[in-house]
Structure formats: C-alpha cells, structure tokens
C-alpha cells in the first residue's frame, strides 16, 4: 500500500514537472519571440520625412515592389515609407512611398503583434515587409505606433498601432481602396492603427441604407476562383443577366451593393441574393456554383 501511495506521487510530481516545463517552453518561444522583434526594431533606422526628401535611391524599397505584389526582391526591402495621408474616401490612412493604401486584418492581434495571415493570404494582401537594418521614413507617422513583428518565414512585418499592415493585390494604382472592408475584416489603417472611414456622412448613409435594408444594386462584380479573392479572377459589368466564363469555379466575390447569384447559365436554378462582398462562397452554400449573375 505504502509503495502504490510512493509510486503514485512520484507519478504526479512527474506529471506536473511536464506540465510546468511545458508552460515555460511556450512562455520562453513567446518570450523569445517578443525579445527578437525588439531587437530587430533596435537595428532599424527611423527617418522623419519621405524617402524622396531623405532623397532614397531610385528603384528600392516601396519603388521596387510592383503593384500588387510581395516584396521579394532584398532591394525592395531596405526601406518602407508610413505617409497620413488621404486615399479615396478614406481620410486619414496610411500610405506607403509609392501611395498605396495599407491595410490592417482584424484576425490579427495588436497586443501582442502577431500576423494571421499567410499562404495565399499573403499573396492576396501582401505584408509590409523591411529587412534587418532597413529604414522605415516615417511621415505624418508618430514613430511610438510604428514597430514590427517577426512573421513565421523570418520577415519583419511593419505594425501601425501594433497591428501588423499590408497592401491590397487589387491595388494597382495609387491612391485605390479596393481592400476597404472586403470580408467585412480588412479595413485602411489609420496613423494611429484604428480603422480608416470615409467620413461621418458617409458611415449614416451606409448605416441608415442597413437599417432600412435598402443597398443599392450592384453594377459590377469580380468572381475570384480562391476563397479571400484570390487569383485566377474575372470580371462581370452593366446590367440584367450576366453568364460567367468559368462555369462553376468561384470561391469568392466582389461587389458594393447587392446582387443575385444563380447556379445555371441564363439566370436560371438555384438563387441567393447576396450584398458586398463575400470572402468564401462556402458561408453561403454557393462555393463553385456560380454560372450566372443578375446585375443592377
């Protein structure tokens, strides 16, 4: 009896020596994490003013990365520019060097910094990125909200009010806001890493159109075939019915206002009337269903 009551103590200091080491095994990786940012934000450079007053190299940093697309290149790296600025109807929001909006993902965590964001996420939002060492010109910009997070493939990702920014892959010019609330959870970022707006009259519009359940029609739409709009996409305008070109191959839409979905060609079949846009067709049980839509 005496052995069993030894043997099973022993069993439950063991038990809970596991327990704690595991605990602290997180902590210390949470830990280590948090220390390694921190160093990694020590060795960086942060510079009041545009790159072009700080008079950058031509063909770096945010002026390297193509439209749309991750900075791969070690060259679009070296720096980032975090300009207030205005962006569409959008004011104040963040812009880089090159005038494109940022955005922030509400999956994601500010306190602590951490990005949920990868994989084709990230090829559809590509993160901010800066190297070990880059400059981040900081503009409009209180430098205590601007820091950076290391993301799970070794990139320093630029934060806004701890929030982790990115741009938008159907960005391709400056000054669009095409990201601007697609999923209901990405949104522009403002200096201090809020929300980006349009304006109080815009939010009454948007709210009393809600309210009285009144969204005007849509008159275009972009049928991505990846959930979070990914690429291969296509677009669909004017007005009435409209027959998609890959039958049966959307996972997620794009739209302001409202429309209807069909699940044969010509308007016929299977129907939602959907509003705004939609990151995974699946939530609507319409995921590579859409043959036809009705627009305006």
Known sequence: MIRNRIAAIA?????????????????NAASAAREGAAAAQGSLSFTSGSAKQNNAAPGTGDW?????????????????????????????????GAGFTLYRFDKDTADPSR??????????????????????????VDKSDV??????????QVT?????????????????????????????????????????????????????GAAAPATSVTLSDEPDFGDPSEG?????????????????LQAVGTLKIW?????KGDSKVVQGSIA??????????ISSVFLG
């Open 147 to 156: 820091g950076v997070v290391k993301r799970a493939d070794g990139n320093l």
């Open 64 to 96: 390297a990365t193509s439209p749309g697309k991750q900075a791969s290149k070690p060259v679009a790296k070296k720096w980032v520019q975090l300009s207030a600025g205005r962006a569409g109807d959008l004011n104040p929001v963040v812009v880089n």
């Open 160 to 212: 806004v009010g701890g929030w982790p920014v990115y741009r938008f892959s159907k960005d391709l010019k400056p000054g669009d806001t095409n990201g601007q609330g697609v999923g209901g959870t990405w949104f522009g970022v403002t200096p201090d890493g809020q929300k980006a707006v349009g304006g109080a009259a815009e939010e009454q519009e948007q709210e009393q159109g809600e309210e009285a």
């Open 236 to 252: 669909l305008a004017g007005a009435g019915c409209q027959n998609v070109a890959r039958d049966d191959s959307a996972s997620s």
């Open 11 to 27: 069993a439950t200091t063991a038990a809970a020596a596991l327990l704690l080491t595991a605990c602290n095994g997180t902590d």
């Open 280 to 289: 995974d067709l699946a939530t609507v049980d319409f995921d590579d269903r």
């Open 263 to 267: 699940s044969e060609k010509d308007c």
């Open 115 to 140: 990005s949920n964001c990868a994989g084709e996420c990230a090829t559809t939002w590509p993160p901010v990125l800066v190297a070990p060492g880059g400059k981040i010109f900081i503009d409009g």
